[in-house]
């Protein structure tokens, strides 16, 4: 049976998981309550960078599969399965804000009129199926029945679509045989296609799955940060540390590239929220808040790696290349290069940037410091800088034409915190060239 589908929330993993859906053939609608963001998505324009997602809307929207609402109360009505997928920030105390999930599960108490699987879709804390369930039984007009499902997302910003299409697994998280059955025909394409696994759990597991998957990708990349920083001062290159280590199955080789630590905003949201889940239930995760300190602690490490090697910052000329918190995003939230660049420039710096797409976001964040220079291109942030930082892995960073760039440069001082080049043709090129984790 082919469901209709709702989905509440048109951000990241809103968007990417209604427009994959209604691709497996099924009828979605993308409900939003901003309306803006709803007019923007009905004339074909996705609001913020996600390789192939604005085709993917557009072609199942002219198939007719894909519409956009503010309708919501029409959106639940129509539908068998409602997926929220709404944002669930970090509020002071590092726990999640679930606000606006309880205000869909109101939503949904008001509006049910027929059986319902309800899917929580957004990073949420341990035990809100539970919660989502006894708001709608609260609030209902009438006695429908209804099942709430965990089914988390594992989508990365740059490649959402990608893993969308191509999970490793697909987790639901329900006790009942009915909703199993339902989300297996939501998924049905992704089992046919591919065999992808399927992992049925109870809903406490499902949603501590995500938690726990995250916190430990982030411990990942933060030990490799740690094992770099010990690299460069026995002369051990991280990469091939690195390349070691993976080749190893149990550890695997991904997550493993050493950096100015992580950004976004899945790590340093989830790993707060975890330890403070964890507090609530009076349990230490260590690991996870040794992991939030070294991180935090990497960007002032970096900081003062180059205040040491250029100098008093103060009236120096200093370019960045890179303000995403990664590369394949427009996404600046958290992002390390976002540090740098106004520690930089709060120590008098003349900071020179440019990101391939995230230009727009950083200009909302840094347009308060007088002393930062948004550039038109790459070439245009070297030219007469002190010192060049590449923060961002951009592809296009990597097919810099150096020689240009060096002749445009006052001093050939290259700070490459991605490892995006190598030392020695850098330092052939005449660059005084450091990186991460390498000698
Ligand atoms: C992450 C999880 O990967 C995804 O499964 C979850 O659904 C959301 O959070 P995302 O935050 O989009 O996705 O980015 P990701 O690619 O995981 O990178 C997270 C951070 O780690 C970035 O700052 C990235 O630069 C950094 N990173 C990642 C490294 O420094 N080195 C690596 O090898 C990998």
């Not at 099924?26 to 007019?39: A, T």
């Not at 040491?308 to 009236?315: F, M, S």
């Amino acid at each position: 049976m082919n469901h209709r589908i709702t989905v509440v929330g048109t951000g990241y993993v809103g968007l990417v998981t209604g427009a994959c859906l209604s691709d497996f053939g099924l009828e979605v609608i993308c409900v939003d309550k901003d309306r803006d963001k709803i007019e923007t998505l009905k004339r074909g324009v996705v609001p913020f960078y996600e390789p192939g997602l604005e085709n993917l809307v557009n072609k199942n929207s002219s198939a007719g599969r894909l519409t956009f609402s503010n309708d919501i109360k029409a959106g639940i009505e129509n539908s068998d399965v409602i997926f929220i997928a709404v944002g669930t920030p970090s509020q002071e105390n590092g726990s999640a804000d679930i606000q606006h999930v309880q205000d869909v599960a109101r939503d949904i108490a008001t509006y049910i009129n027929e059986y319902k699987v309800i899917v929580n879709k957004s990073t949420v804390p341990i035990g809100t199926v539970r919660l989502v369930e006894d708001i709608i039984k609260r609030y209902q007009k009438q006695p429908f029945e209804f099942d709430v499902v965990s089914n988390p997302e594992f989508l990365r910003e740059g490649a959402a679509v990608y893993d969308f299409m191509h999970p490793d697994r697909v987790i639901i998280g329900t006790d009942n045989e009915r909703a199993v059955s339902i989300m297996k025909g939501v998924y049905r394409v992704l089992f046919l296609n591919q065999k992808t696994p399927f992992l049925f759990t109870d809903p406490e597991s499902a949603e501590t799955i995500k938690y726990a998957s995250n916190a430990f990708l982030a411990m990942k990349v933060t030990y490799v940060n740690e094992m770099a920083a010990l690299c460069e001062k026995t002369g051990a290159d991280i990469v091939s540390v690195a390349r070691g280590m993976g080749m190893d199955g149990r550890i695997g080789n991904k997550f493993l590239n050493p950096g100015p630590g992580y950004g976004g905003s899945c790590f340093p949201k989830d790993t707060k929220a975890l330890v403070n889940i964890a507090h609530n239930y009076g349990v230490q995760m260590s690991l996870v808040e040794a992991t939030i300190a070294a991180n935090e602690n990497r960007k002032k490490r970096i900081l003062s790696k180059i205040e040491t090697i250029v100098g008093e910052l103060h009236n120096k000329n200093i370019g960045v290349l890179g303000l995403a918190f990664k590369a394949e995003t427009d996404d600046t939230r958290e992002s390390p290069a976002l540090s740098i660049v106004s520690d930089l420039a709060r120590r008098g710096a003349y900071v020179k940037v440019y990101d391939p797409k995230a230009m727009e976001q950083a200009w909302l964040k840094l347009n308060g410091l007088d002393n930062v220079q948004f550039c038109e291109n790459e070439y245009a942030v070297a030219e007469g800088v002190e010192a060049l930082i590449i923060m961002t892995e951009w592809n296009q960073f990597r097919g810099l034409d150096l020689t240009r760039i060096k002749a445009s440069m006052q001093k050939p001082l290259f700070f490459d915190l991605r490892n995006i080049f190598e030392p020695g043709i850098m330092r052939k090129m005449g660059f005084e060239y450091y990186s991460v984790g390498r000698s």
